[in-house]
């Protein structure tokens, strides 16, 4: 997984893992085009690229490329140094809740500007070079939707809160009232920028981009779960069965795997769920699982909210907000519905 390199460490990693038979896949650098990636070959961009990146190569102002700060957050000496890993862990540990909540004035700017320049053609070509050289899409709306709308009340009161560390909890407030001291007009383009990630990960689909689902995160912000994430992609337009797709078959497929994941038939790999209603109902059914069968070995609900809550009891943490038993109503008003 690539993160923060410099351009020509870019592409020459996704040379040098495609040369070896390796997948390569991650975020997009500032100085890296959405464009750029899926010519040379990447395999799969998570969070649509991160940063503006996406929205300038959708926008009609050619200019705004050029514009980007191609900067890495931490010297570059820093990430060759051996002990570059603790270092960048240590700069980053609060940014990384929500980076949103620590960017740059200029990095806002641009991201506007970009946004008030979304032309329809330049994203409809976009979604057919993404098609066309099948570079996968794993969007983490959830992750997004944690950065760009940090300020709508049910991250404040998420259930998770009480599962966390004293450290981790306190860390995420923090980071949360930053973002809600932000300028009005700053938190204004950010939720615009949502509801265009939305409408790009509607888009893509409708031209055949290839996407799976997947979430983001250390464990340290709340309102990440897969669930979530299929709720989001469903806002995004995609059926539930499209969803279920981008959560078994699509993944098998990016992965070489199809000869033993991404179907319940016999031969497979017995990692399945059992549900209680019908996925291509409704989205929120993915939800109502029974059982978790995992190398053939059979877990119920209830085995896992028993789980949960004997991890919370070490943590001197009480399940909150829970009702009911499992997660088989298919509502996340609790902390064990977080499965």
Same mark, same amino acid.
């Given at each position: 997984?690539?993160?923060?390199?410099?351009?020509?460490?870019?592409?020459?990693?996704?040379?040098?893992?495609?040369?070896? /038979?390796?997948?390569?896949?991650?975020?997009?650098?500032?100085?890296?085009?959405?464009?750029?990636?899926?010519?040379?070959?990447?395999?799969?961009?998570?969070?649509?690229?991160?940063? =503006?990146?996406?929205?300038?190569?959708?926008?009609?102002?050619?200019?705004?490329?050029?514009?980007?700060?191609?900067?890495?957050?931490?010297?570059? @000496?820093?990430?060759?140094?051996?002990?570059? !890993?603790?270092?960048?862990?240590?700069?980053?540990?609060?940014?990384?809740?929500?980076?949103?909540?620590?960017?740059?004035?200029?990095?806002?700017?641009?991201?506007?500007?970009?946004?008030?320049?979304?032309?329809?053609?330049?994203?409809?070509?976009?979604?057919?070079?993404?098609?066309?050289?099948?570079? @996968?899409?794993?969007?983490?709306?959830?992750?997004?939707?944690?950065?760009?709308?940090? !300020?709508?009340?049910?991250?404040?009161?998420?259930? @998770?809160?009480?599962?966390?560390?004293?450290?981790?909890?306190?860390?995420?407030?923090?980071?949360?009232?930053?973002?809600?001291?932000?300028?009005? #007009?700053?938190?204004?383009?950010? #939720?615009?920028?949502?509801?265009?990630?939305?409408?790009?990960? /509607?888009?893509?689909?409708?031209?055949?981009?290839?996407?799976?689902?997947?979430?983001?995160?250390?464990?340290?912000?709340?309102?990440?779960?897969?669930?979530?994430?299929?709720?989001?992609?469903?806002?995004?337009?995609?059926?539930?069965?499209?969803?279920?797709?981008?959560?078994?078959?699509?993944? =098998?497929?990016?992965?070489?795997?199809? !000869?033993?994941? /991404?179907?319940?038939?016999?031969?497979?790999?017995?990692?399945?769920?059992?549900?209680?209603?019908?996925?291509?109902?409704?989205?929120?059914?993915?939800?109502?699982?029974?059982?978790?069968?995992?190398?053939? #070995?059979?877990?119920?609900?209830?085995?896992?909210?028993?789980?949960?809550?004997?991890?919370?009891?070490?943590?001197?943490?009480?399940?909150?907000?829970?009702?009911?038993?499992?997660?088989?109503?298919?509502?996340?008003?609790?902390?064990?519905?977080?499965?």
């Amino acid at each position: 997984k690539l993160i923060l390199v410099e351009r020509d460490v870019f592409f020459a990693a996704v040379q040098a893992a495609h040369d070896r /038979g390796l997948k390569i896949a991650g975020h997009l650098p500032p100085s890296v085009s959405i464009d750029e990636a899926s010519a040379a070959g990447f395999d799969s961009i998570e969070h649509l690229g991160t940063g =503006a990146n996406v929205w300038i190569a959708c926008s009609s102002d050619a200019t705004l490329g050029g514009k980007r700060d191609i900067r890495l957050p931490v010297p570059s @000496w820093v990430l060759k140094a051996p002990f570059a !890993d603790r270092v960048f862990t240590k700069l980053m540990e609060k940014p990384l809740i929500n980076p949103a909540a620590f960017a740059k004035p200029g990095d806002v700017a641009l991201l506007q500007k970009a946004l008030d320049s979304y032309d329809d053609a330049r994203a409809g070509g976009l979604a057919k070079t993404l098609a066309a050289n099948r570079t @996968w899409q794993t969007p983490t709306l959830v992750r997004l939707r944690t950065q760009y709308l940090a !300020d709508a009340p049910e991250y404040q009161n998420d259930p @998770w809160l009480a599962m966390m560390s004293t450290r981790d909890r306190s860390d995420y407030v923090n980071v949360l009232d930053r973002f809600r001291r932000l300028p009005t #007009h700053v938190r204004t383009t950010y #939720h615009q920028a949502y509801d265009m990630a939305l409408a790009a990960v /509607g888009l893509w689909h409708q031209h055949g981009v290839p996407m799976m689902t997947g979430t983001d995160g250390q464990g340290r912000a709340p309102g990440q779960t897969l669930q979530l994430e299929f709720r989001e992609m469903s806002k995004a337009g995609l059926a539930p069965l499209d969803i279920l797709r981008a959560s078994t078959v699509a993944p =098998a497929d990016y992965l070489g795997s199809t !000869d033993r994941m /991404g179907r319940v038939a016999k031969g497979m790999d017995a990692n399945f769920l059992l549900l209680d209603s019908d996925p291509l109902a409704a989205v929120e059914n993915l939800a109502a699982i029974s059982v978790v069968v995992r190398a053939g #070995h059979p877990i119920t609900t209830d085995d896992l909210a028993a789980t949960i809550d004997k991890l919370a009891a070490a943590n001197g943490s009480p399940v909150v907000g829970y009702s009911g038993t499992g997660s088989r109503s298919g509502s996340w008003s609790g902390t064990r519905r977080r499965l």
